[in-house]
């Protein structure tokens, strides 16, 4: 089970780090990854790090103001989003995968937590 905590309501211009911590399951064993989904859009790819957190994946529009990183001696993977602007409203989701490396696409990964809801206010 994977649980995501640390969304709220932000203002413009400001900053969350979101947490991901796994139960049940070793985290360190998958790639990880972060994806959003706003109102009436699909989820789409924000980071990705992989198992050992040597190599990480940002969608361009993400680069520069998210970091994605994560503690394996904790199970948990972490979403750092700064300059937030309110096209960054959404759920934010993280997922796992059986595998090593970067996964880019949602359909590879095998399980999903149920997603915090970010807010940014102009």
């Known amino acids: 089970q994977l649980v995501e905590s640390g969304g709220g309501l932000v203002q413009a211009g400001g900053s969350l780090r979101l947490s991901c911590a796994a139960s049940?399951?070793?985290?360190?064993?998958?790639?990880m990854g972060w994806f959003r989904q706003a109102p009436g859009k699909e989820r789409e790819f924000v980071a990705a790090i992989s198992w050992g957190g040597a190599n990480t994946y940002y969608a361009d529009s993400r680069k520069g103001r998210f970091t994605v990183s994560r503690d394996n001696a904790a199970n948990t993977v972490y979403l750092q989003m700064n300059s937030l602007q309110p096209e960054d409203t959404a759920v934010y989701y993280c997922?796992?995968?059986?595998?090593?490396?970067?996964?880019?696409?949602?359909?590879?990964?095998?399980?999903w937590g149920q997603g915090t809801q970010v807010t940014v206010s102009s």
């Open positions: 997922a796992a995968a059986r595998s090593v490396g970067l996964v880019i696409d949602r359909r590879e990964y095998d399980y």
């Open positions: 049940g399951r070793t985290l360190r064993d998958y790639g």
